[in-house]
T-cell receptor
Framework: DAGVIQSPRHEVTEMGQEVTLRCKPI?????LFWYRQTMMRGLELLIY????????DSGMPEDRFSAKMPNASFSTLKIQPSEPRDSAVYFC????????????FGNGTRLTVT | GDSVTQMEGPVTLSEEAFLTINCTYT??????LFWYVQYPGEGLQLLLK?????DKGSNKGFEATYRKETTSFHLEKGSVQVSDSAVYFC???????????FGTGTRLKVLA
């Protein structure tokens, strides 16, 4: 079991540029979550999918953020255009869609927008 | 709405001290409860879980009991080590939407 795989691990970009974060969930998991973590706001849920369908995107901060899950083994989180306040660690996590199933996190992408 | 409340940190203890990190929750329906640990530069890792009332989750010397009557899931360890220094998150998963709700995290520092 390779775990949840995120790429890149680090991303440094200039304000206004497009940023795409990638995630491969654990094989067989049918729920996928994107979180953002900062010192100020802690861990925030951005969006989650069940069976590739977005269920709740109320945590997506603005229209500059979008997420897709074209198939069960891949998801992207895109920020366009990026701003310095988007700097954070972005985590992808996956699980089975049952109440007792724990969430498995990737190691995150540290995004710095200058 | 559903929520998780954890004790404020940081918590600083000497090695071999007893640890308690309080966690209480509010939820409609019947949630599952989890504790996660995060080490620097890493994602959150599952520490233990409990899925029904009176269940005790345990792992690596840590324990927590699902108390429905007090809506609590306090984390305990009898003797902490320096290597336990990390941030600990309490979380619940709701029975309706299968969404996870996390507490704000409690930073633990253990001194040798």
């Amino acid at each position: 079991d390779a775990g949840v795989i995120q790429s890149p691990r680090h991303e440094v970009t200039e304000m206004g540029q497009e940023v795409t974060l990638r995630c491969k969930p654990i094989s067989g998991h049918n729920s996928l979550f994107w979180y953002r973590q900062t010192m100020m706001r802690g861990l925030e849920l951005l969006i989650y999918f069940n069976n590739n369908v977005p269920i709740d995107d109320s945590g997506m901060p603005e229209d500059r953020f979008s997420a897709k899950m074209p198939n069960a083994s891949f998801s992207t989180l895109k920020i366009q255009p990026s701003e310095p306040r988007d700097s954070a660690v972005y985590f992808c996590a996956s699980s089975f869609a049952d109440r007792g199933s724990p969430l498995h996190f990737g190691n995150g992408t540290r995004l710095t927008v200058t | 709405g559903d929520s998780v409340t954890q004790m404020e940190g940081p918590v600083t203890l000497s090695e071999e001290a007893f640890l308690t990190i309080n966690c209480t929750y509010t939820a409609t329906g019947y949630p599952s409860l989890f504790w996660y640990v995060q080490y620097p530069g890493e994602g959150l890792q599952l520490l233990l879980k409990a899925t029904k009332a009176d269940d005790k989750g345990s792992n690596k010397g840590f324990e927590a009991t699902y108390r429905k009557e007090t809506t609590s899931f306090h984390l305990e360890k009898g003797s902490v080590q320096v290597s336990d220094s990390a941030v600990y998150f309490c979380a619940l998963r709701t029975s309706g939407t299968y969404k996870y709700i996390f507490g704000t995290g409690t930073r633990l520092k253990v001194l040798a």
